[in-house]
């Protein structure tokens, strides 16, 4: 078998690369809280929610960093991961130690451009937290590991309600919590199809793929009905319900379900390895997405 080399890269291009900027499409839960509310467009609202965008953006590529050091052993033994910047030697350890710092330190004093940045600095030094044990113990204790990925996600959108001090929702938390548990399941089901219980990864052992399935299904089924719930819920997105919105927030629901229902086909096909790409690749999650958030911008704004 042919072996290919990876792409020579410069120092910058490097570090550039294994700071993953292509994942920081995830931060855009962070808009989700304040949209939700109907505030986004406020001034001050969006200034603060850009602020911790930011903020995740660079202490998520920090976690990105240490954890490409500690796993570069194993990184140069998988199909694609061999090609990241420090498995290729392309990117120095000191480089990318001195990088983290940096980002780490960048990322923590953003907060304090936020009025009262207490709540905002809850959220991200929990992220933080949780992202150091994830890279140092948690990533090989089955189960908990599916929480502890997840909780990157649910910790960017509570972000968002914590830079505007915005409260949220029971039902907006349920969504949230589940949906990133059902990526995060369906990133290891795509994982353990493709790959198998190898040494890249070496908690798929822990896992079969009836197993992931049948998580798959109770995660999708909780976050269908409990933004079915949040949808219906006039208190819940602070709606009355004589509002002119009401109706096409209801009519969010579809859309929602329909995706749900093409990332669980697109993780049976194995495809469900990355799910950010299909955020930023895929036509028909994109289309939906775009149907969503113009029912959304009716219903809450317009």
């Known amino acids: 078998m042919t072996i290919e080399a990876p792409i020579e890269r410069g120092t910058l291009r490097a570090l550039a690369s294994a700071m993953r900027p292509w994942q920081w499409v995830k931060n855009g839960l962070i808009i989700v809280a304040p949209a939700a509310a109907g505030t986004l467009l406020h001034a001050n609202v969006a200034r603060h929610t850009a602020i911790a965008f930011v903020a995740f953006c660079f202490v998520a590529s920090a976690g990105y960093l240490l954890n490409d050091l500690r796993d570069v052993a194993a990184d140069r033994e998988h199909p694609t991961k061999r090609f990241r910047a420090v498995a290729s030697g392309q990117l ?57 990925v997840a909780s990157g996600y649910f910790l ?18 349920v969504v949230v919590s589940f949906g990133a548990l059902f990526l995060v399941v369906g990133k290891r089901d795509g994982e353990l199809k493709q790959i198998g219980a190898g040494t890249t990864r070496k908690v798929l052992a822990e896992y079969t793929s009836n197993f992931l399935d049948s998580a798959l299904t109770m995660t999708a089924s909780v976050v269908v009905t409990g933004y079915c719930l ?23 629901v579809i859309p929602v379900v329909f995706a749900m229902l093409f990332i669980l086909r697109s993780v049976e096909a194995g495809n469900g390895a990355a799910p950010e790409d299909l955020v930023l690749h895929d036509r028909t999650v994109q289309v939906l997405i775009v149907v969503w958030a113009i029912l959304m911008l009716f219903g809450v704004y317009l």
């Not at 940096?102 to 009262?116: D, E, Y």
């Not at 009355?240 to 009401?246: E, F, L, Q, R």
């Open 156 to 173: 960017r959108a509570i972000a968002g309600a914590a830079a505007s001090h915005i409260s949220v929702s029971t039902w907006f938390l």
């Open 230 to 252: 949040w949808a219906f819920d006039a208190s819940s997105t602070g709606l009355s319900k004589n509002h002119d919105g009401v109706l096409p927030v209801r009519l969010s």
């Open 92 to 148: 120095g350890a000191s480089s990318a130690r001195t990088a983290a710092a940096v980002l780490v330190v960048g990322g923590f004093l953003l907060p304090l451009a936020v009025p009262r940045p207490q709540d905002l600095y809850v959220v991200l030094g929990l992220y933080a937290a949780i992202t150091l044990a994830y890279i140092f113990w948690l990533k090989t204790v089955a189960i908990i590991e599916l929480g502890a």
